[in-house]
């Protein structure tokens, strides 16, 4: 089973949205307003594990891509956008590799890069690291770890919430604003207080490890843009330029703040450039010559108050 959420505009353009890791749909949430506004509809699903989707093994991201491929099916979509937060991303790309034909446009915050590739390991804190890399190397070990701290989690709600609070990046100012506070906390329900939590995690700390595809091999065609804060210490900002430069139609937007505070402050201005580069890239044509080499723009969007 795959619980999912829409947001939005139910008549709008269909985008469907990934969460991060440790995370879930109700981070879509918060676009919900522009969304209405953009004319755009939102499909939020949790992944395996999360909230009450079943957790399902897959061996790489793209086999997980068909689920998603599966339900737009359900839904009578044809064509669509995807967008990802952190690690949310990689599954929004490994959906577009697999369905170039219908995917028409991507959007990936905080993206972090294939954790086979030790470059990329290894420009992780210490912490998130040894998480990953012991969900990869020691898969019985961590779900007997995570299996007790997911049940210490349901015994004691509030205590490792609020140590996941003070260790996330999001500043002050967002931190304790009411409506991300109640977003934090459904994400906090939907991953650590559900009975498949454990393994949902597990499973897609492996995943990190296996896209499915190379990035060297992704399809031309496909307009990617690639939002990163400038002082992110989730994701440092030396991955990105990894994962950016060998995507032929992509284009990193650096934006102030630290790791998803873009998102969170100004949504609109997301979907907006989003809705834009959709149109603009039904325009082009494999016909048209196209030498765009990945730019990382300097772009300030308005000061986050």
């Known amino acids: 089973m795959m619980e999912f959420a829409e947001y939005g505009d139910p008549e709008g353009d269909p985008l469907f949205f990934f969460h991060g890791f440790i995370g879930s749909h109700h981070q879509a949430m918060l676009a919900d307003k522009a969304a209405r506004t953009q004319g755009i ?5 949790n992944r395996p594990g ?10 790489t991201m793209t086999e997980y891509a068909a689920d998603i491929l599966e339900l737009a099916d359900a839904l009578h979509i044809d064509t669509f956008g995807v967008i990802g937060a952190s690690g949310g991303g990689c599954f929004a790309l490994a959906t577009a590799y697999v369905a170039p034909d219908r995917v028409r446009i991507v959007g990936v915050f905080g993206a972090i890069g294939p954790m ?3 470059y990329n390991v290894q420009q992780l804190r210490w912490f998130r690291r040894l998480f990953l890399q012991g969900c990869h190397g020691y898969p019985v070990t961590a779900q007997f770890l995570l299996s007790g701290f997911i049940a210490y989690c349901r015994n004691y709600p509030q205590t490792f919430y609020r140590m996941l609070l003070r260790s996330s ?14 977003i934090l906390w459904s994400d906090y329900q939907s991953v650590f207080l559900q009975p498949g939590g454990s393994r949902g995690l597990l499973l897609e700390a492996c995943l990190y490890f296996h896209w499915g595809f190379n990035l060297h091999d992704f399809p031309g065609d496909i307009r990617v843009l690639f939002w990163h804060g400038r002082d992110d210490s989730v994701v440092p900002l030396s991955c990105l330029r990894r994962i950016v430069r060998p995507i032929p139609r992509s284009q990193a937007i650096l934006c102030p703040g630290g790791h998803l505070s873009f998102l969170m402050s100004d949504p609109s201005m997301v979907l907006k450039t989003i809705k834009q580069e959709w149109h603009a890239a039904s325009e082009w044509s494999e016909s048209e010559e196209f030498t765009h080499e990945p730019v990382f723009d300097a772009v300030r969007y308005p000061a986050i108050s």
Do not use: M, V
């Open 116 to 118: 086979n590739i030790l």
């Open 41 to 45: 509809r939102i499909i939020a699903a």
């Open 169 to 182: 990046d999001l500043g002050e100012h967002l931190l304790w604003r009411s409506d991300i506070q109640r």
């Open 50 to 59: 999360i909230g009450r989707s079943s957790p399902s093994k897959f061996r």
